[in-house]
């Protein structure tokens, strides 16, 4: 996996940036990843045995473990499938769900590692300066859903890659959905100067 | 009717079991009244504690392990205090062990 240590390039596509080094850069906020240990989990023996566990079958059907490092927490179900969530990196959700899998290891399950796979990255930026989202709704209407009523800010749907960009007035960013650290920053590059076209003037 | 019989788990409560198990062993009590013993025991410590209590107390500290199994939180605390009106107490290491007092009543 490529390390994140991309940097945006001058180029046509930002005309507003003279020095790489300038751009803000989307950070890593949540990683969420599913994984099939392969056979099926005693939660009652699991909760019983394991630290830092809850399992409370009446409200959800999945018993809840956390770790400290890396900091995450898992959503164990019977089936053997598990859900892995709050890394900061892919290879951290990794890392996460390997030590998951070692815990119910040693608890005397017959664990296989199949099927690892990331659901969601979600990252936060600021583009430094306010934003029209105004304006921009009325530019890019296709990709795009602004209801302030509703919701204070723009949902930008990118196509490729299919990605969520929440876009707020005061140019905060949220970027979700993407399945690759690569797809945050691709969707950051593009949404990028079209962001800064809509910048606030006073 | 169920008891929470987390009460007998207590030095107080370990005494009673200790010497009823005594008296059950030497044939002076029957197995039925001590067990009927212990329920009126975790009766009345549920009883005496939400009638006749009423200090609260603060607990403060480094959650080392947490618990939930059976609708029963086990926590174990590192270097807790232990703060009130008149007293502050400082231990390196608790349990907690905590039921859910509306499951009685049900």
Sequence with gaps: MADTDQVMEPSIDNPFISSPALHPRPTLQNVVSTVNFGCTLDLKAIVRHARNTEYNPKRFAA??????????????????????????????????ARKYARIIQKLGFDITFNDFKIQNIVASCDVGCPLSLVRMSTFHGEFLVYEPELFPGL???????????????????VIAGAQKTDEIFEAFKNIYPVLMSFRKTK | MATFEL????????????????M??????????????LVQFDKSMTEALESQVKSKVTI?????????????WTFILQGASFKSEDFVQNVDRVKIVACDSKLLSQ
């Design chain 2, 7 to 22: 009460y007998r788990r207590s030095t107080i409560g370990m005494c009673l079991t200790e010497t009823l198990d005594e």
């Design chain 1, 155 to 173: 949902i930008y749907r990118m196509k490729k890659p299919k990605v969520a960009i929440l876009v707020f007035p005061s140019g905060k960013i």
């Design chain 2, 24 to 37: 059950v062993s030497n044939g002076t009590l029957s197995p039925e009244l001590a067990i009927e013993v």
């Design chain 1, 63 to 96: 018993a809840m473990m956390r770790i400290r490092e890396p900091k995450t927490t898992a959503l164990i179900f019977s089936s053997g499938k598990i859900v892995c969530t709050g890394a900061k990196t892919e290879k951290q959700s990794l890392t996460a």
């Design chain 2, 60 to 72: 403060a500290g480094h959650l080392h392990t947490y618990r939930f199994c059976d609708n029963v």
